[in-house]
């Protein structure tokens, strides 16, 4: 790649960038959770400064932006073919779309090289700013106004980075910091009550017990496990069992729904609202749209078809699951294209794991695909904003480094 040389004006204009993306990126963990426009702020911070670069002529484009604007094209295309087929409202298609803007982002940001440090400093500090604005909030459920869901669901993804960040600590204070910060993401993970982010944060623990492993070999990683199944069971123990207690009511209502399939539970509504998305592909195998999915899946629980306790649900919100979701909204295509967009996103992450930002993309997208599993994180404009913002500034950094190989 072709470096063109620097003058002195140059050279001070990339250290503003630098210093601005930087910024940008690092306080996003500071605002994501802690305000309700501090999410939407930070993405279109990013893109008009982003613009302001590439007009300025401070522009490039790497291989690695190819890669994500790949990613992008397998987890839209099924939505603009179900928006073809007049299946599809335009609202849904837009906020998916959302991801092209990040691509101007990406290209800005890898020329201003934003330092991945500085972000990952600013998740502990994060942490602690989230809890606290969570405690004057009044509480758990829910915090600041929002769903608690992806509010939990997002504390995990920031959980999993700073898990990557915390085994490439060297000095012991660097790593007592860092041990903080996750107990402080835990702890508002915990506070939400919410059993689908607690599953988010494997990612970021197994990759801790793997990097023992093959650190310092098997018996490491063994003691690893032990402590941790030591904390968890000693922090569920200090917060009165409530974790404990939410996975052993989702058994028992498994059970129950098995049994009596008309008695309500909240995860009898979301093993029903999958059982409706099953049958709404199978009669439309490219998909209703949201609205019409929802419609139809509406109308037959008024036909007994469906049980009727969903129906509040079906009225204000959605299947409960990334993969249903994309089932009934945009049919079988919608699925597939999900599923190659992680599958594309991990395979180039594991390319370049020996690069910091290579495991947090990994964790990231892993953490994703777990929430996925009992919400829609790809529908929720918190989620899917952070989620563009993680992997734009994974992707920059990765770039930027590469170039430095190349050079």
Request: proline share 5%; aromatic share 12%.
């Amino acid at each position: 790649m072709h470096i063109p040389a620097l003058n002195a004006h140059s050279l001070m204009g990339h250290s503003l960038y630098k210093i601005l993306f930087t910024g940008l990126f690092a306080v996003y963990p500071l605002l994501a959770l802690t305000t309700l426009r501090g999410y939407r702020a930070v993405p279109i911070l990013l893109l008009l400064l982003a613009i302001i670069a590439l007009v300025r002529k401070v522009r490039a484009w790497p291989a690695e932006m190819t890669q994500w604007a790949w990613a992008l094209a397998l987890l839209t295309g099924p939505f603009y073919l179900a928006y073809a087929f007049g299946g599809l409202e335009a609202p849904s298609m837009e906020r998916v779309s959302y991801g092209w803007l990040f691509l101007a982002i990406g290209a800005a940001a890898y020329v201003a090289k934003p330092r991945l440090d500085v972000f990952a400093w600013a998740l502990v500090a994060g942490a602690y700013a989230t809890l606290l604005a969570q405690w004057i909030s009044g509480g758990p459920r829910p915090s600041l106004e929002f769903n608690p869901i992806p509010y939990a669901n997002v504390a995990a993804a920031f959980f999993c980075l700073l898990c990557v960040w915390a085994v490439h600590q060297k000095r012991p204070w660097q790593m007592l910091v860092v041990v903080l910060g996750l107990v402080g993401w835990l702890a508002v993970i915990g506070w939400t009550q919410t059993r689908g982010a607690v599953l988010a944060t494997l990612p970021g623990l197994i990759y801790i017990l793997i990097h023992f492993a093959q650190r310092f070999g098997p018996k490491m990683s063994v003691g690893a496990l032990v402590a941790l199944c030591v904390v968890a069971v000693a922090g569920d123990a200090l917060s009165g069992q409530v974790v404990s207690q939410r996975f052993q009511l989702a058994g028992a209502d498994i059970r129950q729904y098995r049994e009596a399939p008309e008695t309500f539970s909240s995860t009898a509504v979301r093993l029903e609202l999958w059982r409706a998305a099953l049958m709404v592909v199978r009669e439309h195998p490219m998909g209703l749209g949201e609205e019409g999915a929802r419609a139809k899946a509406m109308e037959w629980t008024k036909q007994g078809r469906l049980q009727s306790y969903i129906q509040p649900q079906l009225e204000v919100a959605h299947f409960h699951s990334d993969y249903f979701q994309q089932l009934a909204v945009a049919g079988y295509p919608g699925l597939l294209g999900l599923l190659l967009f992680y599958g594309l996103l991990l395979r180039y992450f594991f390319g370049h794991r020996r690069h910091m930002a290579g495991p947090m993309g990994l964790v990231l997208i892993v953490s994703y695909m777990v929430s996925g599993l009992t919400d829609v994180p790809l529908y929720n404009r918190l989620t899917l904003f952070t989620l563009f913002v993680l992997i734009t500034l994974c992707f920059s950094s990765i770039s930027s480094r590469t170039e430095r190989q190349h050079r």
